[in-house]
Structure formats: structure tokens, C-alpha cells
């Protein structure tokens, strides 16, 4: 397995190039449970930047709702996320997903409606990767991309295990 390193600082060939080392960091200091594992070297994290767009919210803003059809993955690099699921009687959070970790790994993996809405509890930093920019990513970097949703996959297996978190897989 690979150790997270922390990126260089851009080249000027590089400089359009998100800056990542946030989100390598918070990965890499990570603790919760179901947190994003060791994943990428520093070569393939500057080779992944480019397909991933950063967001930047305040707190209480919904990230994407419950039903919605959308498949973007989310990497957490600071703030925290609460997970809600609504039924006609009541909302019952599900989960607070921190800094090192994702969201939105079910409706990335099933093509099927958000599980569950998500909302920002605290203000947060995110990247988002779109089912679209993923496909690009696994045409042009595939072992990348692998490397990527095996990491997802290990993320949203770690849920699925947890009886408590199991629904919160979004």
C-alpha cells in the first residue's frame, strides 16, 4: 500500500491544479472508524487534482438531499457532515462524517437515489469527483481510479459492518 505523502508545491505547469494537501493531510491523520485509508502516492494524488473540484460551505447548507439522482463521490478535508434519513413521521440522524473521510459512496457504487441527505454541521471543506470526471479518470489514469473506488468501496463495506452506521451509507 502506498503512504500518503504530502504533495509538492506546484510547478507553474502544475499551478491550475487543485491544491490537495488539506485533504491529503486530513486523510492522512484520520481516525474515525470509517475513515479513508492510506490511498495514493504524492505523484498520484497531483494526477488525480485536476478531476476533482473543491467546495467550500457554511454550516447548516444540505449538500444534496435524500431521493436525488446523483452520483458525485465527496472527500471531507475539514468540517463535519451530518447524515439524516427523513420518513413521513420523523428525520433521525444517521451519522457525522468528519474530516479524512466521503460521502455519497452508495449512490457512486448503485446508480441508485441518494439514501439519505446530507448537511454540512460545521463550515467544510470538500472535493467532489462526478461519475463523469471519474469515467475520464479511469480512461486516462485507470490505476488511479482503482486505487480510488477500492478505497470507497473499503469506506462503504466499513459502514455496512457497523449496525449503527449501516443505513448512513448515502
Known amino acids: ?7 509538492a508545491a506546484p510547478s507553474s505547469s502544475s499551478s491550475s491544479a487543485p491544491q490537495l494537501q488539506g485533504l491529503v493531510q486530513a486523510i492522512a491523520q484520520a481516525v474515525a472508524e470509517d475513515s479513508v485509508s492510506n490511498l495514493l502516492s504524492r505523484e498520484q494524488w497531483e494526477l488525480l487534482g485536476p478531476y476533482l473540484l473543491p467546495l467550500s460551505m457554511p454550516a ?3 449538500l ?7 452520483r458525485t463521490l465527496y472527500l471531507v478535508e475539514s468540517g463535519s457532515l ?6 413521513e413521521k420523523e428525520r433521525l440522524r444517521l451519522a457525522i462524517v468528519g474530516a479524512g473521510s466521503i460521502v455519497g459512496e452508495g449512490a457512486f457504487f448503485s446508480h441508485r437515489p441518494r439514501s439519505a441527505t446530507v448537511q454540512t454541521a460545521s463550515a ?3 472535493w ?3 461519475a463523469l470526471r471519474f469515467t475520464e479518470l479511469s480512461n486516462r489514469q485507470p490505476a488511479i481510479a482503482l ?3 477500492m478505497a470507497a468501496g473499503a469506506v462503504l463495506a466499513k459502514r455496512l459492518g457497523n449496525r449503527r452506521r449501516r443505513i448512513a451509507a448515502t
Open 1 to 7: 500500500m502506498n503512504a500518503i505523502l504530502s504533495p
Open 60 to 62: 447548516g447548507q444540505v
Open 64 to 70: 444534496f438531499a435524500q431521493g436525488e439522482n446523483d
Open 82 to 87: 451530518s447524515v439524516h434519513y427523513e420518513d
Open 124 to 126: 467544510s471543506r470538500l
Open 128 to 130: 467532489s469527483l462526478t
Open 147 to 149: 486505487q480510488l473506488a
